[in-house]
T-cell receptor, first 108, second 113 residues
């Protein structure tokens, strides 16, 4: 069993739909990061969470420490949101453990 | 533009060779992280430096080494290269020692022939 798992693996949505990507981890963590990797390969850090909820524009990230679960939500999705979304858990050894990624395609 | 500069963008070399990848962090950032992304293993954390000191080590092979210099730029040295080392190598920087958002460079694509 991988230490960090994501679901779904692939997701296709129509423009305007509400999207949820899930991340579950089995290790103790000090923080969890959500990353976006564009088709060209560039990586952008979206959120860093250690508790609660954060919002930036149409993106919302939540974390439940007790359940070892985080979600990334995209409201009013747009084709430019098409990317691979990766969650990364920072364990207490200060090592990052990455999920396998969720490939999102938003169709116009 | 993240402010993190990685050079070179592409590198093609042969098995058994040695290469050096370079990373200049965003101005003011003291932490540098190195990651490897291969097709079969996804993203993997290699190593973290903060203000010249090694802070955490991940899945970094003994053939690989890194350092962070007084001007805060960092180099990742890969030696005795194998076909399986072909990957995209990312550098990221952040302001603090931990729990800070990271800013990623565009990566160096290493191809071993």
């Amino acid at each position: 069993k991988n230490e960090v798992e994501q679901s779904p693996q692939n997701l296709t949505a129509q423009e305007g739909e509400f999207i949820t990507i899930n991340c579950s981890y089995s290790v103790g963590i000090s923080a969890l990061h959500w990353l976006q990797q564009h088709p060209g390969g560039g990586i952008v850090s979206l959120f860093m969470l250690s508790s609660g909820k954060k919002k930036h524009g149409r993106l919302i990230a939540t974390i439940n420490i007790q359940e070892k679960h985080s979600s990334l939500h995209i409201t009013a999705s747009h084709p430019r949101d098409s990317a691979v979304y990766i969650c990364a858990a920072l364990n207490y050894g200060q090592n990052f453990v990455f999920g396998p990624g969720t490939r999102l395609s938003v169709l116009p | 533009d993240s402010g993190v500069t990685q050079t070179p963008k592409h590198l093609i070399t042969a098995t058994g060779q040695r290469v050096t990848l370079r990373c200049s962090p965003r101005s003011g950032d003291l932490s540098v992280y190195w990651y490897q992304q291969s097709l079969d293993q996804g993203l993997q954390f290699l190593i973290h430096y903060y203000n010249g000191e090694e802070r955490a080590k991940g899945n970094i092979l003994e053939r690989f080494s890194a350092q962070q210099f007084p001007d805060l730029h960092s180099e990742l040295n890969l030696s005795s290269l194998e076909l399986g080392d072909s990957a995209l190598y990312f550098c990221a920087s952040s302001g603090g020692v931990s729990n800070q958002p990271q800013h990623f460079g565009d990566g160096t694509r290493l191809s071993i022939l």
